[in-house]
């Protein structure tokens, strides 16, 4: 029996299948045709009760980059992230009437006479008719912008051109790409290609960020410098 999230599913399979190199999988939109990188679009579902938000974000899932992660702070995680409702500015294909955060419902019509009844903010409310339209735009600006602020042509390229360089959508949207786990993820990139100056340099007071610091999983980084060098120095990799 089909329930409201394989339906909203399925409808993200159909998107899928009209971009070449991608699936729909685990709630997410991937693109495995790399072989040192997956491409990842997040759907940010959260299903209630017959709906469920959409708050998407785009990812590069570095292999080797994980791997390190996971070595050294026990768990993996996006080697970049950025959040589209941040770069909601830059996207041509998110439908403008919108709000950042839509809202996909089961039935519409219940859906708004509950509002009415009650108040509740029905804006930016769509039928799983409708969301086709959204998730086929939200894929083809995801596609845009890794295209247009990734170096894809080979893994050090792409190491090399971290962190993605963008504007946000206003001052209140913060430029995040070195701040917190994303600047803990540039600091193992940046060892990755064999630069062990950098961790350091991010540890540093002069290193200023928006958000603290996350301390104890650099200092499990740099704890790890010694070997890695080593290592780099004998095979010309980290891991």
């Not at 339906?7 to 991937?30: H, L, M, T």
């Not at 995680?77 to 839509?102: C, E, F, K």
Request: glycine share 6%; charged share 25%.
């Amino acid at each position: 029996m089909s329930t409201f999230k394989s339906n909203v599913f399925e409808i993200c399979d159909r998107v899928a299948e009209e971009f070449p190199g991608w699936e729909f999988k685990s709630g997410q939109f991937v693109n495995k045709t790399l072989k040192h990188s997956d491409l990842v679009v997040h759907m940010g579902f959260g299903f209630k009760q017959g709906t469920t938000a959409v708050v998407p974000s785009i990812s590069i899932d570095n292999k080797r980059a994980n791997k390190l992660t996971k070595q050294l702070l026990g768990f993996g995680r996006d080697t970049s992230l950025v959040n589209m409702m941040s770069i909601s500015h830059l996207l041509t294909h998110w439908p403008r009437h919108l709000p950042l955060i839509p809202t996909i419902v089961d039935d519409k019509d219940v859906f708004l006479e509950f509002a009415k009844r009650t108040g509740a903010d029905a804006s930016g409310v769509l039928s799983l008719t409708e969301s086709y339209e959204l998730f086929r735009g939200v894929l083809k600006d995801a596609i845009w912008f890794i295209g247009s602020h990734y170096d894809l042509s080979s893994e050090q390229a792409l190491l090399n051109a971290l962190p993605p360089k963008y504007t946000t959508r206003h001052e209140k949207s913060p430029y995040d790409q070195l701040e917190s786990q994303k600047g803990i993820e540039y600091c193992i990139a940046r060892v990755l290609l064999g630069d062990f100056e950098f961790p350091l340099q991010y540890q540093s007071d002069g290193f200023k960020t928006i958000f603290p610091k996350r301390t104890d999983e650099l200092e499990s980084v740099i704890a790890a410098l010694p070997r890695l060098k080593e290592r780099y120095a004998r095979t010309g990799q980290v891991i």
